[in-house]
């Protein structure tokens, strides 16, 4: 990719979001006349280095960096459009519980906050079941599924598969360390998970301190017997 199309205009600007390398950035500055004296394409980009064509040229560093933030931001407006809450009206949300974690799911998603959610509910048998849920990797498991359970076509339930999950009436336990969280126990503390991104760990004790940047908030909800949710905050000072 060559700037040059018979004449030299200085006053072009390249498009970093179509550039892939430093090479295709120096290329931008080219002209035809370059390559045709010079009948090289390293010497043509040495000559856009010494500042013969542009003379605050980016240096490597700054250009990585400002793709890198290019393609970052285009990552979080994918992020942003795969937000489902949006395409919910309030009105069709009628579970305190799906309308916390409705307001919840963007910031999830972009990586600002971690949720995990603890419920307590009956299952399909009549038994008490009760587990701490990954927000952020149901919501990536479960893509297709999170509308209805914004809506109430399907409701949201502690699985086998999510992080912690107890049958009351089969005295069955399961844990499991999720992407995005690590299993802690020990005899004092109990039960606790270490966020992989931050190692910060939430004690999940409700009545004792819940960690660095965490706090837990309690839903009341006619849909289950106890829910509450440990808002971590990625954002915050270590």
Known sequence: MYAGDGEDDETLEPNFEKLQTYEDYLDFYVTW???FYLKSDET???IVTLGYR???LLSREQFDKMVADIRAEREEKKKDDTY???EVRADQINCPLMEALAAREKSNRTGYESCVIFLR???KKGQEISGYIDFKARLD???ATWLDYYTGVKKLSPTPQDLCFYNW???YCSCNSSENYAIVTDVKSGLRFMNKLDRKIITVDPFGYTGDNTTRTGINSPNYLQCA???HSMRAKA
Do not use: G, I, S
Request: proline share 4%; hydrophobic share 40%.
């Open 229 to 231: 949710l440990y808002d």
């Open 141 to 143: 498991k479960e893509q």
């Open 33 to 35: 006349k370059d390559l």
């Open 44 to 46: 043509a980009r040495t």
């Open 121 to 123: 509910d009956v299952n």
């Open 84 to 86: 489902l809450a949006k």
């Open 169 to 171: 009436a089969t005295f």
């Open 54 to 56: 542009v003379p605050e």
